[in-house]
């Protein structure tokens, strides 16, 4: 079992930054590639940015430029660095991971709001 703890969410006006932080806990060992998804009222959850546990990253294109993922082994987190925020950036964002068996396990979301 893998536990994920999503923090650093909040409201931020446009233009702003936040950083998001997914705390690993558990079977991390099993854990292969992370990402962020993300959820706003009425639409789809869509994949934001995942990174390997080599460290290889992709984005969606969006938020090319504006967002960056990271993780660090050692204390079992991932992050996501977000600059230059927009409205359009609000929503419920998730962490994610996959185990090297394919098991996927989900944090409990923390709201992201842009807004002045």
């Known amino acids: 079992q893998v536990q994920l703890v999503e923090s650093g969410g909040g409201l931020v006006q446009p233009g702003g930054s936040l950083r998001l932080s997914c705390a690993a806990s558990?079977?991390?060992?099993?854990?292969?590639?992370m990402r962020w998804y993300r959820q706003a009222p009425g639409n789809q959850r869509e994949l934001v940015a995942s990174?390997?546990?080599?460290?290889?990253?992709n984005y969606r294109d969006s938020v090319k430029g504006r967002f960056t993922i990271s993780r660090d082994n050692a204390k079992n987190t991932m992050y996501l660095q977000m600059n230059s925020l927009k409205p359009e950036d609000t929503a419920v964002y998730y962490c994610?991971?996959?185990?090297?068996?394919?098991?996927?396990?989900w944090g409990q979301g923390t709201q992201v709001t842009v807004s002045s």
């Open positions: 994610h991971a996959a185990t090297l068996a394919n098991i996927d396990y």
């Open positions: 558990g079977s991390v060992s099993r854990i292969g590639v």
């Open positions: 990174i390997s546990s080599g460290g290889v990253t």
